[in-house]
């Protein structure tokens, strides 16, 4: 499993909308945690902090661990951020609590193997990745850190699509109306323009015509 990125936070002991403006002022965004069974906690999380996780994208998709201050450690999800509608800065982040049995959408990276093994790319094919990371819908205690694909046999022109990737146990992807295109090993460049050159066309052959010998009168 995927060593889950962290979101430290403190306690909030003052709620409500002056908690909330002091809590900016120094340096935090207020937030709360809820679902799960525990009631729900008021906390602070370190602007700076924050900020970075959100510049990474897919912070909405991504199950977090968060450490919280005489708390055990959680899994949460983001279900709401808030933003200054001047700033665009975050002023309020909502967290959900996930049991071990809870099931998240998530965004899964590829990885390819047995380049080595792979016909097409030995003949000087391109291996072209169209989806470096795949949503997935997978339980809160059994992440992938990857999805593995074998390349081995691939030749030039032949694609891989969800449907021929085995998924790890558990998982399964959210588009499930069409066979959608993972990878692809396509022709070098030079292969390429000289297929072109052939489909239009061989060169032209320039033809003479042989005159008829001269009888003489």
Known sequence: MAELPQIVARTRQRTGKGGARQARRDGFVPGIVYGGGPKPVAINIPFNHLFKSLKKGRF???????????????????????????KDLPIHVDLMRLNLTSRVNLFIPTRFINEQECTGLRRGGVLTVVRPEIELKVTANNIPSDIEIDLTGLDIGDVVTISSVELPKGTRPMITDRDFVIANISAPSGLRSTESEEEEGVDEVEETETPEDETPE
């Open 60 to 86: 909405l998709s991504t199950l977090f661990n968060l450490k919280i201050d005489d708390h055990d450690d959680v899994r949460v999800i983001c279900r709401g951020v808030q933003r200054d509608v001047v």
